[in-house]
């Protein structure tokens, strides 16, 4: 198994980017998905997660910004980050998780940085 996480960068305030993550190895129609992120001396914190029923929960700090999406035929889950803050500076992590289980998988993570 393995998600590969791409589109993170540095990017001024009020910019956007696209984060993408692919999973191989998974049957990934049958998963929940979706992205937390970790800045410096903080908890991980869930952003967005989208299930495999296409229901999606998205953080307080982000709502109507950032928009998450799935494609199983392309088996990814993007993350559409809009009017970033510097506060969205951290490190990026995708996942995966089963329906009805604790399996989870996790990708390396990709460093979206937010210049003031």
């Known amino acids: 198994v393995q998600l590969q996480a791409s589109g993170g960068g540095l990017v001024q305030a009020g910019g956007s980017l696209r984060l993408s993550c692919a999973a191989y190895?998974?049957?990934?129609?049958?998963?929940?998905t979706g992205w937390y992120r970790q800045a410096p001396g903080k908890q991980r914190e869930l952003v967005a997660r989208?299930?495999?029923?296409?229901?999606?929960n998205i953080a307080d700090s982000v709502r109507g910004r950032f928009t998450i999406s799935r494609d199983n035929a392309k088996i990814t889950v993007n993350l559409q980050m809009n009017s970033l803050k510097p506060e969205d500076t951290a490190v990026y992590y995708c996942?995966?998780?089963?329906?009805?289980?604790?399996?989870?998988?996790w990708g390396q993570g990709t460093q979206v940085t937010v210049s003031s």
């Open positions: 989208i299930r495999s029923g296409g229901s999606t």
């Open positions: 190895g998974i049957t990934f129609s049958r998963y929940t």
């Open positions: 996942y995966a998780q089963r329906d009805f289980s604790s399996a989870d998988y």
